[in-house]
């Protein structure tokens, strides 16, 4: 009778331990057998496991602390049975995981590992949604209706691109797992690290839609820890430039071109950076921004930085993937035209930058610098600034097309010809004004004239803070007609008769700006 080892390796919560075990013990299917490997020493773990009187349930503690790799291996060699589950502690099962597991068995036998579907809950066990997993569903992960079976460099290509496995809720054949061990030199990745080991080996994944395990994400697991420290990031770029090695050895070039640019890896990165600049963890920057920036292995073996078009192209790649072709842009030559609204509303499409949430940072900053102010945001384009200043914020543009895409999702917005007769139009009114990627635009006397218009509806002391992007950004658009950097706004600023206060390079240091295209220069003034 085939039967599943559910084998645990215990170190950390005692509590969450025996929620996970009475998962187990829940199970509709009677089929299984648990062993609980204790890599602590916490008292009264031991005696509670003799006291269920339950001879399918093992309870065994380590002589001495193996850690987290030396537990994992240990768990392999306690496999009895012919399907394994290797189950997080912190987890729980849904009553119909072994039914469900055995069923996938029985209809796919061949696949080596098998991934049922997931639900996601808090460290108090309530269900959530985090930016990491809801990356995992709507960007990596395939679109699964029933099963779906993958192996070769398909499933090499779509797990470096992005691992949407849920690691602790794998079954895998006592076959295939025997094969290999946990990697030493590696704490976090090391599961990404024996997939793609048994890939490699010919082993095959079918994935299962239906939900049976429930995977806990909270604050204290290692692999939060280790992120926000900026040491797992460390870890994945050496690991990511060995496996471009491995499998550009082992003919699938597609899969190593993706290792060697670890696109989601480094967004990863980057959506943790602003947070270790804010806490000044200048050290964990460092490490972050070494990943999301540093050098590449290329599947020849050479060194060599990614650009922003590898980004760019890696990202497409991802939405290419899922949801076809994106057509390309062409950028006009003019800002006020309904083709350069629609140029502006293409960039907005990339799912990853939905999923992702890339505007949190630059949300937070402008509302970091205008506090409660009423802002009048000049040159606002479709609303993305001014959707973070709301309800407090009131737009001017040129361009008619951009203002009635601002109408259209809930925004207060004028055109230039419209602001004057418009209520708000009246002197002192204001106590912020924005002009966010306007100024590049334009020749600089141009830039002072328009925004001279803009002085007296401003109030005294009002602040006055200019955006502009860094070299790269710049580089991305045939509109912008003169680049402008800090001395620049500095210059804009001081013939406007303002106060500068501040200049800051935003989200990264200013050294970013040559190769992060939504570095920018930040320029915060007020009026006297």
């Known amino acids: 009778m085939t039967a599943v080892d559910i084998l645990i390796p215990y170190?950390?919560?005692?509590?969450?331990?025996?929620?996970?075990?009475?998962?187990?013990?829940?199970?509709?299917?009677?089929?299984?057998?648990?062993?609980?490997?204790?890599?602590?020493?916490?008292?009264?773990?031991?005696?509670?496991?003799?006291?269920?009187?339950?001879?399918?349930?093992?309870?065994?503690?380590?002589?001495?602390?193996?850690?987290?790799?030396?537990?994992?291996?240990?768990?392999?060699?306690?496999?009895?049975?012919?399907?394994?589950?290797?189950?997080?502690?912190?987890?729980?099962?849904?009553?119909?995981?072994?039914?469900?597991?055995?069923?996938?068995?029985?209809?796919?036998?061949?696949?080596?590992?098998?991934?049922?579907?997931?639900?996601?809950?808090?460290?108090?066990?309530?269900?959530?949604?985090?930016?990491?997993?809801?990356?995992?569903?709507?960007?990596?992960?395939?679109?699964?209706?029933?099963?779906?079976?993958?192996?070769?460099?398909?499933?090499?290509?779509?797990?470096?691109?992005?691992?949407?496995?849920?690691?602790?809720?794998?079954?895998?054949?006592?076959?295939?797992?025997?094969?290999?061990?946990?990697?030493?030199?590696?704490?976090?990745?090391?599961?990404?690290?024996?997939?793609?080991?048994?890939?490699?080996?010919?082993?095959?994944?079918?994935?299962?839609?239906?939900?049976?395990?429930?995977?806990?994400?909270?604050?204290?697991?290692?692999?939060?820890?280790?992120?926000?420290?900026?040491?797992?990031?460390?870890?994945?770029?050496?690991?990511?430039?060995?496996?471009?090695e491995r499998l550009r050895e082992h003919g699938w070039t597609r899969a190593a071109r993706a290792a060697r640019r670890h696109v989601s890896s480094r967004l990863f990165a980057l959506t943790l950076l602003p947070g270790t600049l804010l806490a000044r963890e200048r050290e964990s920057a460092k490490a972050l921004a070494r990943h999301a920036f540093g050098p590449g292995t290329d599947p020849t073996g050479s060194r060599r930085t990614p650009t922003a078009a590898d980004f760019r192209r890696g990202c497409s790649r991802i939405s290419d993937d899922r949801h076809g072709n994106v057509p390309a842009v062409t950028t006009p030559g003019s800002t006020d035209g309904a083709d350069y609204t629609d140029r502006l509303k293409q960039l907005e499409q990339p799912l990853w930058k939905r999923v992702l949430d890339v505007q949190a940072p630059y949300r937070w900053n402008v509302r970091r610098l205008f506090g409660e102010r009423e802002v009048l945001d000049v040159g606002c384009g479709l609303g993305r600034n001014l959707a973070h200043l709301a309800p407090r914020g009131i737009g001017v543009d040129h361009n008619e097309h951009s203002i009635e895409v601002c109408r259209e999702r809930g925004l207060t917005a004028f055109t230039t010809a419209e602001f004057g007769e418009s209520e708000y139009a009246s002197p002192g009114r204001f106590g912020g004004l924005l002009a966010a990627h306007l100024i590049e635009h334009m020749p600089r006397d141009q830039a002072v004239e328009v925004l001279a218009g803009y002085l007296d509806y401003l109030a005294p002391g009002a602040r006055v803070v200019f955006i502009c992007p860094q070299e790269r950004g710049y580089a991305t658009d045939s509109t912008h007609v003169q680049y402008t950097d800090f001395d620049g706004l500095a210059d804009v600023a001081e013939r406007l008769g303002l106060v500068v206060e501040r200049r800051i390079s935003f989200p990264l240091p200013r050294a970013a700006g040559k190769l992060f295209p939504y570095n920018e220069f930040v320029l915060i003034t007020h009026r006297p």
Request: glycine residues 8%; charged residues 25%.
């Open 11 to 244: 170190y950390g919560d005692e509590e969450l331990l025996r929620v996970a075990v009475s998962s187990v013990l829940e199970q509709d299917d009677p089929r299984w057998r648990l062993t609980v490997v204790d890599d602590c020493d916490v008292p009264g773990v031991a005696d509670w496991f003799a006291g269920l009187g339950d001879d399918r349930v093992r309870y065994l503690r380590n002589p001495e602390n193996l850690g987290v790799t030396g537990n994992f291996n240990r768990c392999l060699e306690l496999i009895e049975q012919e399907l394994v589950v290797l189950m997080g502690c912190d987890d729980r099962l849904l009553s119909n995981y072994v039914c469900t597991v055995l069923a996938a068995h029985e209809a796919v036998p061949e696949a080596g590992i098998i991934q049922p579907g997931v639900r996601l809950i808090d460290g108090e066990g309530h269900p959530t949604r985090t930016l990491v997993d809801e990356a995992k569903r709507r960007v990596y992960a395939p679109k699964v209706r029933g099963k779906l079976l993958m192996s070769g460099e398909q499933l090499a290509l779509s797990l470096v691109r992005g691992d949407w496995l849920y690691f602790p809720s794998l079954c895998w054949t006592a076959s295939s797992l025997k094969q290999v061990r946990f990697r030493e030199d590696l704490r976090v990745i090391q599961d990404l690290a024996l997939m793609l080991e048994l890939v490699i080996r010919g082993e095959s994944l079918l994935v299962d839609e239906t939900v049976c395990f429930e995977y806990r994400r909270h604050a204290a697991s290692e692999s939060s820890a280790t992120a926000q420290s900026g040491s797992r990031f460390v870890e994945a770029g050496r690991f990511f430039a060995e496996t471009a």
